[in-house]
């Protein structure tokens, strides 16, 4: 339409809903369209190429949701070559790496009742591994019934009884619908449903408390997801799996041989720590105003000590760490000994603490990719090795730590995070026991 007399043309103004993207149709300044769940603008006559955020054709008009996947539907197609996963790729291109990776092992380790050890349904707010569907998928198509699995916990929270823990499945995104399986907690309704297996070579544990359901499987798969870990230094496949699959009673059994200490001068009676104890272990003074910890009470389950933010709380004396680290290995060696075994670890987002934490810190070091393999030590072993590779990133807590007058220098990532941790025990016991050999050949898939 011409413009009226004494007015001068503006052009197009507004903007003009297209619908879906159609790679047929040239489209103009302004013309908004849908692709890939996002909505993007034009801003240029005839943009090149399809929609994307370059800020030269196009930009997001309205981007797409891209946190809790749960209740999305995801279609992926199996990537052409075997390579790891790297932060900012989307989750069906990530899906469809780990279907590539699946599809190139062997069929008999997969071909009976199989189940995805899933130990991070913490919250929505923390670093669970949403890979879980992959795997399932996969392993279905194998001859394989897989299910979700993990045994209740000895801390209050949302997993402390079977309801709650299914309701925490759900809420992140483990359902039937979405992962297509079932979960199904190891431990029964209260965490009492446990069986006694005994542990070749243990010198800390005789018979180990696990889950009966995980103990009734055929073929064990772990999915983990490695990070700092504020008792065990790191937790990963051995830790998710010991700790993971020990029943409450076995909980307590790896953590009971250490209690924690309190620094009083450095305590600020704030009583954040008060929250995470289950047991009536922390007592308040309110001459002092100081908190104190009753050893008559306390399980040394050490969830107090992540939960300080002034490093008042630490573990009571070093054998305590190495006795939880050796009690933890055997307890992994009970799961997996005489049967089938996998285990996947994505050393991605590696944040300082364990993800049972309520919050979700910031990664102390960048991301190294997907590790795996039969040998759930050599699989730790490589990722801890990985990890001491990397540069700490800026405004985490293991450069913060590093920035502290009197800081100590252990040449160790992980030690320099919570130097009152340390992983190096669990893993020589690990191969003194026979889990497997902290000796490995690593091959890099591209």
Wanted: proline share 4%; hydrophobic share 35%; charged share 25%.
């Amino acid at each position: 339409m011409a413009a009226p007399e004494g007015y001068n043309a503006l052009g197009k103004i507004g903007i003009s809903y297209k619908g879906d993207y159609d790679s047929n149709t040239t489209y103009e300044r302004l013309d908004a369209v849908e692709h890939n769940g996002s909505t993007y603008l034009a801003i240029k006559d005839a943009p090149d190429g399809a929609p994307r955020d370059d800020k030269v054709n196009w930009i997001y008009l309205a981007k797409g949701f891209s946190g809790d996947i749960g209740d999305s539907e995801i279609a992926f197609t199996e990537a052409e070559n075997r390579e790891n996963i790297n932060t900012g790729e989307s989750v069906k291109t990530v899906f469809g790496k780990i279907k590539k990776f699946f599809a190139d092992l062997t069929a008999p380790a997969f071909a009976q009742m199989i189940t995805t050890k899933e130990d991070l349904l913490a919250t929505k707010a923390t670093g669970y591994v949403p890979d879980a569907k992959a795997v399932a998928d996969v392993v279905k198509e194998l001859g394989g019934i897989p299910f979700l699995t993990d045994c209740n916990t000895l801390y209050p929270g949302s997993r402390k009884n079977a309801i709650e823990h299914m309701y925490c499945a759900w809420e992140n995104g483990f359902t039937p619908m979405t992962v297509g399986c079932p979960v199904i907690i190891g431990d029964g309704l209260k965490g009492t449903d446990d069986i006694e297996v005994p542990v070749e070579g243990g010198e800390y544990v005789k018979n180990a408390k696990i889950g009966r359901a995980i103990m009734d499987e055929d073929v064990f798969i772990s999915l983990n997801h490695f990070k700092g870990h504020e008792t065990a230094g790191f937790g990963g496949a051995i830790k998710n799996i010991g700790m993971g699959c020990g029943s409450r009673a076995g909980k307590m059994e790896q953590h009971a041989q250490g209690k924690p200490e309190i620094d009083e001068s450095l305590c600020r009676g704030c009583k954040r720590c008060m929250k995470e104890c289950a047991n009536d272990g922390l007592v308040y003074d309110e001459t002092t105003h100081k908190m104190h910890i009753d050893h008559n009470k306390c399980l040394g389950c050490g969830r107090c000590i992540g939960a300080c933010n002034f490093d008042a709380i630490h573990s009571g004396y070093d054998a305590a760490t190495k006795d939880f680290n050796c009690r933890m290995a055997e307890y992994a060696k009970a799961v997996v000994d005489g049967r089938p075994n996998f285990h996947i670890s994505l050393v991605v987002d590696v944040s300082p603490n364990c993800d049972c934490h309520c919050e979700n810190d910031a990664p102390i070091l960048p991301d190294s990719g997907m590790f795996a393999s039969f040998d759930p030590l050599a699989l730790d072993q490589a990722c801890v090795d990985a990890c001491l590779k990397q540069t700490p990133l800026p405004n985490s807590q293991l450069t913060d730590a590093m920035a502290k007058e009197g800081f100590c220098d252990h040449h160790d990532h992980f030690e320099n995070t919570t130097p009152n941790a340390e992983y190096k025990t669990c893993l020589e016991h690990a191969e003194k026991i026979g889990i497997g050999s902290r000796a490995y050949e690593l091959i890099v898939m591209k």
